[in-house]
């Protein structure tokens, strides 16, 4: 197989990847430019990172994020799993092909259409818009991520472990919790990571369902990005993009023990 | 198997997530299509008829006499609409077809790398997706402004004798568009190459097929359900694209994300922006039910 990874393929990966990369590498180190002008390098500094700081409205929208993140997540991640388990284990049943429907769907469905039908679904059921109606919107979003996640590893799953575990008697709820979830695990957490990011990471969708006080990150760095490029934007950017590379980390430091052990 | 011998565990499980899926996805497309059929109006809500469930029968009478097609009248009067619904597809169209020409060499190169280096790659590509899709587009805005950084490379490589506008052009937006969609083009891609069997390259090369007609009549084929999960997972969402046409583009092009957006927040029109989002899905339903089925299939092979 070595042999075949040729000349060709090794630039067309090498461009792929630069072509990736690049553009955070330069936001990362203009992070760092003492200068206001983006053009210009004013040599290395860390006073954006300390004027952010200072910048209560950023913190408190950073903080909403967070616990928006986190709450949804954790909601997409039990909701997701239970909507693979069901596409997995349940078989043929009535309303399967709508089901399916609804868990694929969300995934490509342009963000307009989505973030206006569940604006005109809370106006319509009079709840007021704010930190709850992001959250409950997040969770439909990224539930069907973490559905897809967990059904991919779930199919390839040995099932005469579940079947050993029913025959000696263990009842079907404590299998799954017992032999099941610590098997899929990998996939779960890594479903609850996604979800987490795709919910720091969303403008379109909170910007629809958001209310008074419940300004999100996206949402303050997009209505500041549209007045032009400012270097303290770069340096939010740059802690967003360590908190997930960290995120990412344990993620697989955590899959990788799982396959070790 | 949903009969007696199901345990209630596994109906929990399926009854759970349909009941919030219906309720929180299906039923909203329900209201956009009930308003896209309402009437602006100066009220809170902003539109005209709202239905009363106090009201009964009359009430209901009252209600589906009150609707209208008026607003699909004004996206079919006023070219702007049409305009911007032709822009996005072709704009999806090119994207995808420039996404699917850049990103099969790399998912090709992905591919036949050693074993052990293959994993690490998969997460390269994987990793910037984890970080903000806003962030990536907006680092993109600096590159390809008018003092930055692809200007005065390309002056000074000479390319170029003065600073060219990139920002809020068409190419901005496809910059942008390729750049944020490509792990969504490899990804897919990488997965059907990976799996391929090499014994049936060698024994096309065996047989005397030479390197470039052995791509195109066993690779490619073979390789067809990533081509077409690639290309839908693509194409639907960037047709309906807001956040890379707003920033990167021109206000003289509209996508028609971004018209959708304008009905919404500035005219507070929110009849119209729900017809927009009505005539959006229409388009779109046929390859999203392609997809659903193509990724269904997939999972039932898979078992």
Known sequence: ?261 | MTDRTTPWSLRLALLVPYLWLAALFLVPFLIVLKISLSQTALAQPPYLPVLDPGGGLAGLKDFLAALSLGSYAILLSDTLYVWSYLKSLEIAALSTVILLVIGYPVAYGMARAPRGLQGVLVVLVILPFFTSFLIRVYAWISILQHDGLLNRALVWVGAIGAPVTWLATDTAVYIGIVYSYFPFMVLPLYAALERQDERLREAAADLGSPPWKTFWLVTVPLSRSGIIAGTLLCFIPIAGEFVIPDLLGSSSTMMIGQTLWTEFFANRDWPVASAVAVVLLCLLVAPIVIFQHHEARQFDDGR
């Not at chain 1, 040599?43 to 913190?59: H, N, P, Q, V």
């Open chain 1, 1 to 261: 197989m070595g042999s075949r990874f040729s000349w060709t393929n090794v630039t067309a990966v090498g461009f792929g990847l630069a072509f990736l990369y690049l553009p955070i590498v330069i936001l990362v180190i203009y992070s760092f430019n003492a200068s206001r002008l983006v053009g210009v390098w004013g040599g290395w500094s860390t006073r954006w990172y300390a004027e952010l700081l200072a910048d209560r409205a950023m913190l408190e929208s950073a903080g909403i994020t967070l616990r928006i993140g986190l709450v949804s997540a954790t909601a997409a991640t039990l909701l997701g799993t239970a909507a693979a388990v069901a596409l997995v284990r349940a078989g043929r049943f009535r309303g399967r092909l709508l089901f399916s429907g609804l868990v694929y769907a969300p995934l490509v469905m342009p963000e307009v259409i989505t973030g206006l039908s569940l604006l005109l679904l809370f106006v319509a059921v009079g709840l007021d818009r704010g930190f709850w109606t992001i959250a409950i919107a997040h969770t439909t979003l990224t539930m069907c991520v973490v559905a897809v996640i967990v059904q991919s590893r779930l199919v390839t799953f040995d099932r005469s472990l579940e079947e050993a575990a029913m025959d000696l008697g263990c009842p079907p709820m404590r299998t799954f919790l017992t032999v099941t979830l610590p098997l899929i695990w990998p996939a779960v957490a890594s479903g609850w990571v996604l979800a987490f990011t795709l919910s720091l990471d969303d403008l379109v969708v909170a910007s629809f369902t958001t209310g008074p006080g419940a300004t999100t990150l996206p949402i303050r760095i997009y209505s500041e990005v549209r007045l032009g490029v400012k270097p303290e934007i770069n340096a939010v950017c740059t802690i967003f993009i360590a908190v997930v590379a960290a995120a990412m980390v344990v993620v697989s430091l955590l899959s990788k023990r799982r396959i070790e052990s």
